[in-house]
């Protein structure tokens, strides 16, 4: 189970990563647009397209939901495995110390 949540999580660190850098273009196009002429506008969109163009947006924002959602099942279920864990551990104290105080009464 840690070996899947530590794979989802670093499959969330990669997609947000590549969300961000995708973010910081569009930012620094933002930023420069208004200092330059059309052409240089035309001509510095086209390069944010083209590089835009090696990410699939919608598959890393999809992937990176799903990935949130598979560590949100995953933790928990290993909340309800502790629980579970620990109710049964204090149920065996509370029996031992019964046991212990009868033993003490007889």
Known sequence: MRDKVEEELAFLRYSMEAL?????????????????????IEEESAHL?????TYNIDFLAHEAVRSIEQISSYTSH?????????????KKKQ?????LHV???R
């Open 78 to 90: 290993l909340c309800e495995i502790y629980r579970l864990t620990l109710s049964r551990l204090l």
């Open 20 to 40: 961000e850098r995708i973010l910081v273009l569009y930012q620094d196009f933002l930023i420069e647009a208004p200092h330059l002429s059309q052409d240089e």
């Open 49 to 53: 397209q083209e590089e835009l163009s």
């Open 103 to 105: 033993r003490k009464t």
């Open 95 to 99: 029996f031992g110390e019964r046991l």
